[in-house]
């Protein structure tokens, strides 16, 4: 398992290019299971994430080919075989397969993922969209089985407004017959890819990009072209590093209007950030500031910077709360950035980080991936040598993590272990 080591200290300074979205392109691939044919997506980011979802294609018959940051995939020849524990286990978004699958053959057999670095991850929404669009879904030795042919629209109305939910429930309600609403619909600009994906293919959806989605079935799509948007969470992790280094980074390639929660915290934080003709430039200034912050779905600040933002607060001249309202146990990065000299309390939900004067480098154990962002940025401002253990999580979600930073200047380098 590889590592990272890291000498801090270094004021990070120059021009980074922002990779194309994990979080948008993975339920891409999947609608490709929609209409048979020939795709090709571009600015695909080579992750290990969508390595393992082109797998997973490959077991339901579809021909995934990488060029470079392109992918051509023809889905011609896909079948509804079972999607494998083997996979699913590794990655959780593997369930964005479900509502395609059920969607255009009338059933699928998809394993049930365990559970998370971060506690329980249900899966139940997804389940009770499909029910409600007519599918009969039973357990069948840790494998979901679906069945429900035609799919018929209705509405859904979720509790708990989610991103996977909402992305397989449009899928599956596409090529149903009738009209879906889906009520408290994720609003997070990978779910405003998709839809807009799907529209591109010939589906009927409307209010794209606000709480409410309504879909008109129709009976079939076709293949098309498409272009991956840029990753807002790979975008404001270098906006950290630039930060938490007092560097000056121009991010090129990005999305600005989809990054504003990220931007207002850094700002409050004392940070200078401002538009560019490429995209936005960031300057950390002496003094962090303490703030407080919320998770909260889109536009909120988003739960995967929670962990990168407390590594800039561990500096901060005072207090700082980040109260976690999506995943209220997701602080694996706590004791490990603790054991560089942090000082967070947790009490349920909530991070409690008392700013300290400097950070030390120490040897640290990657949990999950952006708990590992989150130690390479305090590694990058440590005093000493800090060493990344297990950087296969980071691997899941940042391309080239280590090139891009030491194009910033960095000292950080891939420790090869078997
Ligand atoms: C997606 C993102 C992940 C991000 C998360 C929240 C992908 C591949 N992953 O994950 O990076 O951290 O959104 O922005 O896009 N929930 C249920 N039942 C369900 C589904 C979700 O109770 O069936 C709850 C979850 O426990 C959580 C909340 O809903 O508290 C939001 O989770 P959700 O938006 O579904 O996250 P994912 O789609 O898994």
Request: proline share 5%.
């Amino acid at each position: 398992m590889d590592a990272f080591r890291i000498e801090g200290g270094v004021r990070l300074k120059g021009t980074v290019s922002i990779s194309g979205s994990k979080n948008a392109v993975l339920p891409m691939l999947c609608a490709t299971l929609l209409a048979p044919g020939e795709y090709t997506l571009t600015n695909v980011p080579v992750l290990r994430d969508v390595t393992t979802l082109s797998s997973l294609l490959r077991t339901l018959g579809v021909h995934v080919v990488r060029d470079g940051s392109t992918l051509r995939i023809d889905s011609t020849r896909a079948v509804p075989n079972e999607a494998h524990y083997d996979l699913v286990r590794t990655m959780r978004a593997s369930v964005y397969v479900l509502g395609p699958l059920l969607g255009r053959f009338g059933h699928a057999r998809v394993s049930l993922p365990g559970g998370c670095a971060w506690g329980p991850r249900p899966i139940d929404l997804h389940l009770h969209a499909m029910e409600k669009l007519g599918a009969r879904i039973s357990l069948d030795h840790g494998v979901i089985v679906a069945r429900g042919a035609p799919l018929r629209g209705n509405v859904i109305d979720f509790q708990i407004s989610s991103v996977g939910a909402t992305g397989n429930a449009v899928m599956a309600a596409v090529l149903a017959e009738g009209t879906t609403t889906i009520r408290n619909a994720a609003r997070e600009p990978e779910i405003a890819a998709l839809c807009e994906f799907l529209v591109a293919m010939g589906a009927g959806i409307t209010g794209i990009g606000t709480h409410e989605l309504a879909i008109d079935g129709v009976p079939s799509l076709s293949p098309v072209d498409a272009a991956v948007i840029p990753d807002r969470i790979e975008a404001g992790t270098y906006l950290v590093a630039g930060a938490i280094t007092r560097g000056e980074i121009e991010l090129r390639d990005i999305r600005e209007d989809q990054m504003q929660s990220t931007v207002e915290a850094l700002r409050a934080t004392g940070a200078e950030l401002e538009s560019t003709e490429a995209g936005i430039r960031i300057r950390g200034t002496g003094e962090i500031r303490p703030v407080t912050v919320s998770t909260e779905p889109y536009p909120g600040f988003p739960t995967d910077m929670q962990a990168q933002l407390m590594s800039l607060l561990l500096l901060a001249h005072g207090d700082s709360t980040i109260h976690e309202t999506i995943y209220s146990d997701r602080f694996k990065h706590v004791p490990e950035l603790t054991r560089m000299g942090g000082r967070i309390r947790v009490e349920g939900g909530d991070a409690m980080i008392q700013g300290v004067p400097n950070l030390t480098g120490a040897p640290v154990m990657a949990s999950d991936l952006r708990a590992s962002a989150a130690l390479v940025l305090a590694g990058l401002v440590a005093e000493g040598t800090t060493e990344v253990l297990r950087v296969y999580h980071i691997d899941r979600g940042y391309e080239r993590i280590e090139e891009k930073l030491a194009g910033l200047g960095a000292r950080i380098w891939r420790v090869r272990q078997s």
